[in-house]
């Protein structure tokens, strides 16, 4: 991971790579701290990560137009194409870096659905009432089993401050229950 100082310098850095990350952060934020450590965990030699602490650096979170930190700016062939908001797990940003995440079309050829992830158990019926719904909806997700995995359980607790399921994350806004409305506006459903 190589620290910028500018967006003059990031620009400079990933203009000549295929693809890049720019990882926003705020050093001693709980969230900034897990995502960096994620991230550092999930690297590998073929990966470009530059980082920038947003109390030092100025000028990138405000071309754009980034508010919350913990954020990583995906860059390809110099551009910025997306970004991933939050903290996720080591095996999330694996995935990312081998170009795997899924990333489907909706109606609209223009709009990408957005990227979400349930947080669920077997035998929480909200859980699978909205995973129903996803499907029927035509809502492509991830879905994390807490009960079998210890990590991702705790990393929910500690991005939401909850431990009850299910946990709705939609690019980075997390929905506690099957809060519908919510979940229809976030991922502009009807």
């Not at 990882?23 to 450590?37: F, I, P, Q, R």
């Not at 947003?54 to 919350?68: E, F, G, P």
Request: with cysteine.
């Amino acid at each position: 991971m190589i620290k910028i100082n500018s967006h003059n310098e990031l620009i400079e850095k990933v203009k000549n790579t295929d693809k890049a990350y720019c990882l926003l952060y705020k050093k001693g934020s709980e969230l900034s701290e897990c995502a960096y450590s994620s991230i550092k965990e999930a690297l590998t030699d073929k990966v470009n990560v530059f980082t920038a602490d947003v109390s030092l650096v100025r000028d990138i979170h405000i071309k754009y137009n980034i508010t919350t930190v913990p954020t990583l700016l995906t860059f390809e062939k110099g551009e910025y194409v997306n970004l991933t908001k939050g903290c996720n797990n080591t095996e999330f940003y694996n995935t990312l870096f081998e170009e795997n995440v899924f990333s489907a079309k909706a109606d609209d050829e223009s709009k990408l659905q957005k990227r979400v992830t349930v947080y669920s158990t077997p035998t929480c019926t909200y859980c699978n009432q909205i995973k129903k719904y996803f499907d029927e909806k035509g809502v492509k997700y991830r879905d994390i089993d807490v009960s079998k995995d210890q990590k991702a359980a705790e990393q929910m607790v500690k991005r939401s401050g909850q431990q009850g399921v299910p946990q709705t994350d939609i690019n980075g806004q997390i929905v506690i229950g099957f809060d519908r409305i919510k979940i229809n506006k976030l991922l502009g459903l009807e």
